[in-house]
């Protein structure tokens, strides 16, 4: 088209957009002028007015069609019509209001429950950091074919094995990040930071308390492009030792502790008992590297020896750090312990910065690579998008998301099953007039756009009910991540991706319940479509309408296996849970109080450290209403724990077998405290001091797979598979629940914390009466002895183990929901079809009955109808939950996914919803 033919129309069609009134006054102006030329022309030639009239109406081939043309060629009329549809849809909905308030209540929960999910996987999954151009942002890491002993001979941060053997870590040593920088000719900035987060004693105007830190470099928000809101980030003269100490904290920290106060710049605060200046704010919403983790406080990396002096190893001796080897994390190369994040140069990609790394990394390990080192375990460099952060939450919630967000799709798909099938009803109705419609000269196309455009429209108001939904929603699930075993911290708000997901799901929603009884009712037979009226149609008649029926039984036939489908999986998350909760742990779990202190971020160590402990046991024993109390190292299930490699003489391990055992460093009475039976030898006592000879307790199954017959007291072990030291054992105890409910009792040792002295401790209290009723007193004993020290994790046995199933509840309680929604909606699909199928068939029942028919053999009839649909949706379901059962085995637990009792009670349920759901039209 030529450009002056659109400066000719474009101002036609704006005016006929927006004046279109004034527009079609002319067009009937135009016509009626018309209409009278044409007639006086007959006239002219002989005519009577009534036939010249006449002859000139079927010349211009009906008034309004002729319109109609018209208003099509200026090609903006489809807007015009959009808009009376969407008049006339609420005209309608307005007169049906029962039906409307169903239909969108049944959208919105659907739409809902899927959009809430999404927020969910959008925050996780899908959103970028709160920084400046995040995808020029990479993540360093190293794989090796099996892991790297001769190299890696201590690592601190997250690090992956499979079973091949192939090993993964995102942690390095610092003397390999600074040959890095060194080197660097791919980076335009590079930064790292401490792969172990750390739980900080902070004290301010004499009032101490908890935050999590973290140990960054001077480069770490420069690299990121994170401003300050107040005061200055750090640079590299901060990071240097002998700098004075600084610290930046974050917004949220400085709202919630400090009350937003300007003034705090400059103030000083103690972190583990050394001085810190607050010299900066960050930025709002920036939360750190690791989404669902929101650091507080962040410190320069070499006030590690200060901050964190547990880190670097220690004199035996003395037991702490000594002044040559407090820098030790920074010199040496065998210690793995600090993630490298890099911003690339504009003109460098991946591939060619991963091949500079390489070269460096294999240069920089040299000196620990010997002639006997396997080439397979020789780590090799690795590069990953950092845009999105590190990715250790989306590893662990990434397949959890995935069948929640499939268990809400079904949801959905169920409601716009019902949603159709309630529009198909409705379509009853109206067919006289959409046959009256037809009839006058409508054309099918239009008809039909304008029953689409009332679907979408019910789509869009469902939708937006949908967003209220979604926001409670996704606070509920947040709530349930939140409450796991690990503190989950995500700012999760409505944004342009999940209102433009509420927008898309609501329009493909509306489209798929809506295009099928759009098309379906219009393909009516004119004629006895307008004689008939509702309820009026004979039985031969409803045979030749059964395609209609057809499509409203597929329907339903869709709906039952749906529901079916989630109720089967809710029932094998509901059993796993329970499973869960009644497995044998093999302690005591019931009043017993746990809480978690570090002394030596207050600077304790060594008998100092050793004394503090056994005072507090002492103090804590003699408040009222304890029983007993002990210490240890990790806390049984969900408190984390340590696996120690073992020498153990005359065991010789399998081609490939690991020998090791689970370790706890334990104080006296802690077998008695936990109620776990001693069954061989003696408990760990007092007398059991560093001074004293080193001993070990076993547990059963250590015995079985290592010790074979025989009586193992007296028997030693070495600690560590080069042999090490080597440990007496003295005693045997029962098997117990130590890592997770889901694992088997491991072999496990318990060493004596005296002998051991170093770092935080958890304390386990035995009491006469609910745990959580002596926390007072307890923070009350600890805060006498030292008010610069806080007590964190204070919580009790029960509530820990219940932490650890968090998800588990989490999948029961939400699966359990949605297949009790789904049967709820499959339910009205059936009382919807069967009450439209009954209100068609009334003739045929009033035959039915004249001719002899009783009642019972009536709704015997419609009963049986009812249970063949419901047959046929329950077989598809079954035969699809077998299927899909499997996808979830590896998250269930004491049961199997094609668990007979679990599908029967399914099924049972469905069909005595369904019964229900049939009763009132059967009645009536």
């Known amino acids: 088209m030529r450009p002056e033919h659109w400066l000719y129309t474009i101002p ?40 010249a009239h006449r002859r000139a109406r079927l010349d211009l081939g009906g008034i309004e069609q002729t319109k109609e043309k018209c208003r099509d060629a200026r090609r903006v009329n489809w807007i015009q019509d959009f808009v009376q549809d969407l008049r006339f849809g609420l005209r309608m909905l307005r007169k049906s209001p029962g039906f409307s308030v169903v239909t969108i209540a049944t959208l919105a929960l659907g739409i809902g429950a899927n959009t809430a999910i999404f927020s969910l996987i959008n925050a996780v999954m899908l959103e970028t950091l709160p920084v400046q151009n995040p995808q020029q942002l990479v993540l360093l890491d190293w794989t090796s074919g099996a892991w790297p002993e001769d190299i890696v001979k201590g690592l601190a941060g997250t690090w992956y094995k499979e079973k091949s053997g192939r090993a993964t870590s995102t942690s390095f040593p610092y003397a390999i990040y600074d040959d890095i920088c060194a080197r660097n000719q791919t980076f335009s900035s590079l930064a790292a930071f401490a792969g172990n987060g750390s739980q900080l004693n902070v004290g301010y105007k004499g009032q101490p308390g908890r935050a999590d830190g973290e140990l960054v470099s001077g480069t770490f928000f420069s690299t990121l492009g994170v401003p300050p809101i107040l005061g200055r980030l750090f640079t590299v003269d901060d990071d240097r030792l002998g700098a004075s100490p600084a610290a930046v904290i974050s917004y949220v920290y400085w709202e919630q502790r400090f009350g937003r106060d300007p003034g705090v710049i400059g103030k000083t605060l103690t972190i583990n008992s050394v001085p810190f200046t607050i010299i900066g704010v960050s930025a709002s919403g920036f939360f750190g590297v690791e989404p669902g983790r929101s650091v507080d406080i962040w410190v320069p990396l070499h006030t590690q020896p200060q901050v964190e002096p547990s880190w670097s190893p220690v004199q035996p001796d003395s037991g702490k750090p000594s002044a040559s080897n407090s820098n030790y994390l920074f010199e040496a190369r065998d210690g793995w312990w600090v993630v490298i994040i890099g911003r690339l140069m504009p003109a460098v990609d991946q591939q060619q910065a991963r091949t500079a790394l390489e070269v460096t990394l294999q240069q920089s390990m040299a000196p620990q690579v010997k002639s006997a080192t396997k080439p397979q375990t020789i780590p090799h460099i690795g590069l990953e998008s950092a845009s999105k952060g590190l990715d250790y939450l989306r590893k662990e919630f990434s397949k959890p998301l995935f069948i929640l967000m499939t268990v809400a799709g079904l949801v959905l798909l169920i409601a716009c099953a019902n949603v159709a099938n309630l529009l198909l009803a409705r379509s009853k109705s109206r067919q006289k007039e959409i046959s009256v419609r037809l009839a006058i000269g409508a054309r099918r196309g239009r008809l039909v756009r304008q029953l689409l455009t009332e679907g979408l429209l019910l789509a869009a108001l469902g939708g937006a009910a949908s967003v209220i939904l979604a926001f409670w929603g996704t606070n509920m699930l947040v709530a349930f991540m939140a409450s796991g075993r690990w503190p989950i911290s995500l700012s999760v708000s409505p944004d342009l991706r999940v209102f433009g997901f509420a927008a898309t799901v609501s329009m493909l929603s509306g489209i798929l ?3 099928s009884p759009a098309l379906r009712s219009t393909q009516v037979d004119l004629t006895p479509a307008l004689k008939e009226s509702p309820g009026d149609m004979s039985p031969g008649a409803r045979g030749k309408s059964g395609i209609r029926l057809g499509l409203a039984e597929g329907l339903i036939v869709t709906q039952v296996s749906l529901s079916l489908v989630l109720l089967v999986g809710a029932g094998l998350f ?7 909760q009644s497995v044998n742990l093999g302690f005591n779990e019931h009043n017993l109080l746990l809480f978690s202190i570090d002394p030596t971020q207050d600077g304790y160590s060594g008998q100092r450290l050793a004394n503090f402990y056994q005072d507090l046991m002492r103090r804590l024993e003699s408040l ?27 065991y010789v391990p399998k081609s490939g077998e690991e020998v090791g055992a689970a370790v706890n460093w334990i104080g006296q009475n802690f077998f008695e405290t936990l ?14 001091t560093e001074s004293a000879p080193k001993v070990v307790v076993v547990n059963e199954r250590f015995v079985r797979q290592f010790l074979g017959a025989g009586n193992p007291i007296g028997r030693r072990i070495g600690l560590g598979d080069k042999g090490g030291q080597d440990v007496e054992i003295v005693g045997v105890v029962a098997d117990t629940k130590y890592f997770d409910l889901r694992e088997d009792a491991p072999e496990t040792i318990y060493l004596p914390w005296q002998q051991y002295p170093n770092g935080a401790m958890n304390f386990e209290v035995r009491t006469l009466q609910n745990p959580m009723e002596l926390t007072a007193a307890v923070r009350q004993v600890a805060q006498n002895m030292d008010r610069n020290l806080a007590l964190y994790d204070v919580r009790s046995q029960v509530e820990q183990i219940s932490k650890t199933l968090s998800q588990e509840r989490l999948f029961a309680r939400l699966t359990s929901f949605f297949g009790a929604l789904a049967m ?6 059936i009382y919807g079809v069967m009450g439209f199928a ?16 009783s009642r019972s053999e009536i709704a015997n009839m419609v009963l049986r109808e009812t249970l063949a649909l419901v047959g046929i949706g329950m077989i598809l379901g079954i035969i699809v939950a077998l299927g899909a059962s499997r996808l979830v085995a590896s998250m269930l637990y004491g049961i199997k996914p094609d668990n007979p009792l679990t599908i029967a009670i399914a099924a049972l349920l469905m069909v005595a919803a369904a019964l229900l759901a049939a009763y009132f039209p059967v009645r009536r």
């Open 675 to 688: 109620g776990i039976p001693v069954v061989l030898g003696r408990s760990v006592t007092e007398g059991d």
């Open 824 to 829: 709820l909606l499959a339910c009205v699909g």
């Open 12 to 51: 036609l069609r704006l005016r006929s957009l927006f004046r279109w009134a004034q527009a079609d006054q002319e067009l009937e102006d135009e016509l009626r002028d018309h209409l009278e030329r044409k007639t006086d022309e007959y006239i002219a030639q002989g005519m009577a007015p009534e036939e």
């Open 838 to 853: 009954v209100t068609r068939r009334t003739r045929e029942i009033g035959i039915r009955m004249a001719l002899g028919a």
């Open 574 to 580: 509901v059993r796993t849970l329970t499973s869960l």
């Open 624 to 650: 009222p209403g304890v029983r007993s109390v002990s210490l240890s190292h990790s806390t049984l299930i969900g408190g984390g724990g340590n696996w120690q490699m073992l020498h153990i003489g005359g």
């Open 513 to 515: 319940f809506g295009l």
